[in-house]
C-alpha cells in the first residue's frame, strides 16, 4: 500500500499549493522534497490507499530524422535503425548519409 498522507501549504511560496490550503497526496520523493524544504507541511499521515497495478503499454520505438546538421555518428545510428537499414561505409561523411537516406527507394 501506497502511504497517502494530507499536506498543507505554508507561508513559503510554493506553485504545489498555495498557503492554507490542504491536499492528500502519495507520500512521494517529491513531496518528501516539499517537506523537507518548509514548502508543505504534513497535517495527517494516517491515510493509505492500496497502489493500482502499474500498466505496461507497448509501443514500437519511432526514430525522428536527425537535423541535417547533426552529427555524423547520429546518422550512422539512424540509419542502421531502419528497417531494411542503408547500408553505408566508415568513410562516408554526413552529407554522405544524408543523401544516402534522400535517395532511398
Do not use: C
Request: aromatic fraction near 8%; charge should be negative.
Amino acid at each position: 500500500m501506497a502511504q497517502r498522507i494530507t499536506v498543507e501549504g505554508t507561508i513559503t511560496p510554493s506553485t504545489f499549493l498555495a498557503a492554507g490550503d490542504r491536499r492528500t497526496v502519495t507520500r512521494t520523493a517529491f513531496v518528501e522534497k516539499l517537506i523537507a524544504k518548509g514548502f508543505i507541511r504534513v497535517v495527517d499521515d494516517e491515510t493509505s490507499a492500496e497502489v493500482a497495478p502499474v500498466v505496461e503499454e507497448k509501443t514500437e520505438e519511432v526514430f525522428a530524422v536527425p537535423a541535417r546538421n547533426a552529427k555524423r555518428e547520429v546518422w550512422a545510428a539512424f540509419l542502421t535503425r531502419l528497417d531494411p537499414d542503408i547500408h553505408f561505409t566508415d568513410e562516408d561523411g554526413r552529407d554522405d548519409l544524408i543523401e544516402l537516406y534522400e535517395s532511398r527507394g
